[in-house]
């Protein structure tokens, strides 16, 4: 993960053209001239030994010729001297390049590395970053830069786009340039050899001239990286995302139920739902959705309230609000009773509100007011269609007022062209969200809803380990290493179960019979009646062939039913192996739901989970939700929540509710179990029984290979280091040293305002009064892949803790410098708690295999300049009134 460099290419004082041209609709004559016409305030300065002078600027013939070192360099050369090119730049000192040229990853030199290879290790020894190959460009309206070849210019704005498709961004910015719509940074990330779109992200995730990120993606490539970067960027700010490709892919080859129904686009929209962020499905919602969710206020719930001035646009909003999964609020019986007092005696008396089309301005402020302090309800949905009786203007003028200081959301929907274009503008005007019809309205409240949703998702931080499910792993990973041993990729019925046990997910008492006679001796011991399956390594769903023999009651049944079986097999496999039989009791659970519960490994995402309505008929009924691994509670039950089989589990008439904290139990198990043995490929429990009384596993398959990565390094997001976690003794006072958790919020808060001013000064060199809450965000949401902070905190009361100091450090992307910074509470400094923060942080640092921290520090600073002497650490000067500090952590020397 890199944003290094990257201020070179989004912030330049000079560009370079390589490939500078004066022919006509060539690709260096367009970005020389968008240089110009984009009044770039910075040097212009073209390469071409063909000319002397474009455009009546010099021209130079070499990058060693130039007369000062290019920040940025657009390169539009062919293919063949790009590597040479980036190589010179690098020498003279430029950090940044965008290569529009294509075709570098299809083109192999001498040396037998493709061009696009040649160019990475051209640009590596320099730290020079490379936007592209085979991209349109770049665009910063704010500096007048457009190095691009894109047919018009950006205008300014607070949103930045960035897209994987060339085409899409040349349309898109006509489009918005149609409309108004203006950009911080318009980007076209090409082939994205390196900088690509988790670098982008995390570079717009703290730019102060974005306040909301658009994304095009196709494809990603680093699962781990995109995802500390898209989280990272979405706790600051709005990310959207157009994700291309929905069709399902690869499902034909999986050897599991879970494989063949956890589609690439579900991995993906599972993900851009753990990031925080918010997906829509055109360019249009895209732009939508960033006006609505830059307006909206913080939404508690998904229940909406419909007002109308007609029936008919009410029944439109509410069709389109059950179509989308959405809820009509309930109105309380108090609600109901004032609404009486005045509305007309023919009015809906529900939800819709509709309050009959010779409404006059009062009754439309006096039922908004009451819809307002509904309990039932978290938004209000205003619909009006033009009449004869009041201006729609007039409406609007009064209501608008009272929608401002509502803390509820209101979206309006005036209908009609002319006679509502002044209502329209009005609340526009206002900042409140109005659209053309009753379903964009409604959609808009969606995307409020689902954002919301996706946030609070974002700040689930499952931990790496749980001390509430007891786990033996040794058995679980016996039982895999020796089916591995042996040549097999598929764990039999029994060693899948024998794994499930071992994570505590209760599986029915299922033995193996290698005969026709064991299996009957098998059964006689479980006791009748008994459930017979084959066994073979060749057969990956038994009920397909009639391998699975429900009820039977006596051993003479058991006998002729392994028979039977026998003979299908060799009728449908003749050539499959058969190890014999699975002999299990017979469960009687007449209201059990059949359910499916499952893992698979995403080519890019990694291990995946997937919940659904199970059964024979799984594929077919297609009744599922995938999330990313690690899961907690609140993670486990959304992923239930999502399907449709989650109604039939909350119970109907006369069956009770199932056990959903045993299902969500079930799916941490699963996280927890592919975390610890990464041998795991796939993994299906179908069906899986669940009822009141909990759940049981009745049959389960395993994939596993060979692997020689670690659980953990297979997700795509890393759980919270819970093993970190320790408990000291301090000044008579037991203090829990732990990684810092988005929940830390408040407590942070509280010992930022315990500080004095000093402190504050000495820790961001300015003094500040309050802590942002984008800043805060930013110092309790870490991504733990990229960053450590460790708190020491104690509890003040039960249950309650408060934090006495805090240090953190961030590693660059080569993990070789870590820029560490440390700040104990007011009150407490020189009492040892300094020392003991700086210790754990080097220990974790060095377990890391991070070489150095570097700090910086006020030169009067004293403590913090004597806390790092004291450990060994080196203090020099920098800038006027600053030290630089350097701890070696390839040292082993003790502190003084």
């Known amino acids: 993960m890199s944003i290094r460099n990257l201020e070179h290419l989004f912030r330049p004082r000079s560009v370079a053209i390589i490939g500078a041209s004066e022919t006509p609709r060539s690709v260096g004559a367009t970005v020389l001239h968008n240089l110009i016409e984009g009044k770039f305030g910075g040097a212009i300065m073209p390469v071409n030994p063909k000319y002397r002078e474009l455009a009546g600027i010099k021209v130079y013939p070499t990058v060693a010729s130039l007369p000062e070192v290019p920040e940025l360099a657009a390169i539009c050369t062919p293919p063949a001297v790009v590597p040479d090119l980036i190589g010179q730049l690098g020498a003279r000192g430029t950090k940044a390049a965008v290569v529009i040229t294509a075709g570098l990853g299809a083109i192999k030199n001498p040396q037998g590395s493709t061009l696009k290879e040649a160019m990475l290790a051209a640009a590596k020894p320099h730290l020079l970053r490379v936007l592209g190959p085979n991209c349109v460009g770049l665009l910063v309206p704010s500096l007048g830069l457009n190095a691009s070849f894109a047919h018009t210019h950006a205008l300014p704005g607070k949103i930045a786009f960035v897209s994987q498709s060339g085409a899409l961004v040349t349309a898109v910015l006509d489009w918005a340039k149609s409309r108004g719509i203006g950009f911080s940074k318009f980007i076209s990330l090409g082939d994205g050899a390196d900088v690509d779109c988790g670098d982008v992200l995390d570079y ?63 991995v993906y ?99 908004l007011q009451i819809l307002l302090d509904e309990p039932q309800s978290d938004a209000v949905l205003f619909i009006h269609a033009p009449t004869a009786i009041v201006p729609s203007a007039e409406i609007a003028t009064a209501v608008a007022p009272v929608v401002k200081k509502a803390q509820r959301n209101v979206l309006a929907c005036w209908l009609g062209g002319d006679a509502v274009r002044l209502a329209r503008n009005t609340f526009e005007e206002a900042g409140i969200p109005a659209y053309d019809t009753p379903e964009e309205a409604v959609r808009a409240f969606v995307q409020i809803v689902q954002y919301r949703r996706n946030q609070d998702l974002l700040m689930e931080v499952p931990p790496s380990r749980s001390a509430e499910f007891v786990h033996d792993r040794e ?11 042996e040549g097999r990729t598929m764990l039999s019925e029994p060693e899948a179960k024998a794994v499930l046990s071992a994570y505590s997910i209760p599986v029915v008492d299922t033995r193996i019979a290698t005969t026709v006679e064991e299996a009957v001796k098998v059964a006689l011991e479980l006791g009748f009646p008994v459930a017979l399956k084959i066994l073979s390594p060749d057969i990956t769903h038994k009920s397909d062939m009639g391998g699975v023999v429900l009820d039977l009651q006596t051993a003479a049944a058991v006998e002729a039913a392994a028979k039977a079986v026998q003979e299908r097999l060799r009728q449908y496999r003749p050539r499959a192996s058969l190890k014999g039989f699975t ?314």
């Open 204 to 266: 717009l995730a703290s730019d102060p001239e974005t306040h909301a990120i658009l994304l095009y993606i196709e494809a990603i490539t680093s699962a781990r990286k995109f995802m500390s970067a898209a989280r990272a960027a979405a706790r600051n700010k709005p990310v959207l995302v157009v994700k291309a490709g929905r069709a399902p892919e690869g499902a034909k080859a999986a050897a599991s139920h879970t494989g063949a129904l956890a589609g690439s686009d579900d």
């Open 269 to 367: 929209d599972a993900a851009i739902r753990r990031a925080g962020m918010l997906r829509v499905f055109s360019t249009e919602d895209l732009f939508a959705a960033v006006e609505t969710l830059a307006r909206a206020r913080p939404l508690a719930g998904d229940r909406l309230t419909i007002m109308t001035n007609g029936g008919g646009p009410g029944v439109m909003a509410t069709d389109a609000l059950i179509g989308a999964q959405g809820r009509l609020a309930s109105l309380s019986p108090e609600t109901l009773r004032k609404l009486d007092t005045f509305l007309p005696f023919n009015w809906s008396r529900g939800n819709p509100v509709d309050i009959i089309g010779d409404a006059p301005v009062e009754r439309y402020l006096q039922t």
């Open 475 to 485: 058995k679980a990973h016996a039982v895999v290493k020796g089916a591995l041993a």
């Open 583 to 896: 002999v299990q009791t017979m469960v009687r659970r007449p209201n059990a739901h059949e359910l499916i519960v499952g893992v698979t490994t995403d080519a890019v995402f990694g291990p995946v989970v997937l919940f659904g309505q199970g059964g024979t008929a799984v594929e077919v009924t297609a009744d599922r939700a995938v999330g990313l691994p690690p899961l907690n509670t609140v993670l486990a039950l959304d992923l239930i929540s999502r399907t449709r089989i989650s109604k039939l589990l909350a119970g109907y008439r006369d069956r009770l509710p199932a056990d959903i904290s045993a299902i969500s139990r079930t799916l941490i198990q699963l996280a927890h179990l592919i975390a610890d043995i990464r041998e795991i490929v796939e993994l299906d429990i179908n069906p899986l029984l669940a009822d009141d009384r909990g759940v049981l596993a009745l049959d389960a398959r395993v994939v596993v290979a060979p692997s020689d990565a670690t659980g953990l390094d297979r997700f795509a997001i890393r759980p919270y280091p819970e093993e970190l976690e320790e408990w000291i003794s301090w000044q008579g006072r037991k203090v829990l040293l732990r990684p810092i958790r988005p929940e830390d919020g408040t407590q942070h808060v509280e010992f930022f305002n315990a500080l004095d001013p000093d402190d504050i000064r000495y820790r961001v060199f300015i003094r500040i009064r309050e802590l942002p809450r984008s800043q805060l965000a930013r110092l309790t949401q870490i991504d733990y892949d990229r960053e450590m902070a460790f708190i020491a905190a104690c509890e003040r009361e039960p249950g309650r803790f408060e934090t006495l100091g805090v240090v953190r450090a961030i590693a660059d992307p080569d993990n070789v410098t870590a820029e560490f910074a440390i700040i104990v509470r007011s009150d407490l400094k020189g009492q040892g708690l300094g020392p003991i923060l700086f210790k754990k942080l080097i220990d974790y640092c060095r377990s890391r295999g991070t070489k150095e921290l570097v700090g910086e520090a006020l030169a009067d600073n004293q403590r913090v300049i004597g806390l790092v002497r004291g450990f060994g650490g080196v203090v020099t000067h920098s800038e006027p009134g600053t030290v630089g500090l350097r701890f070696d952590l390839t040292s082993s020397r003790a502190p003084s």
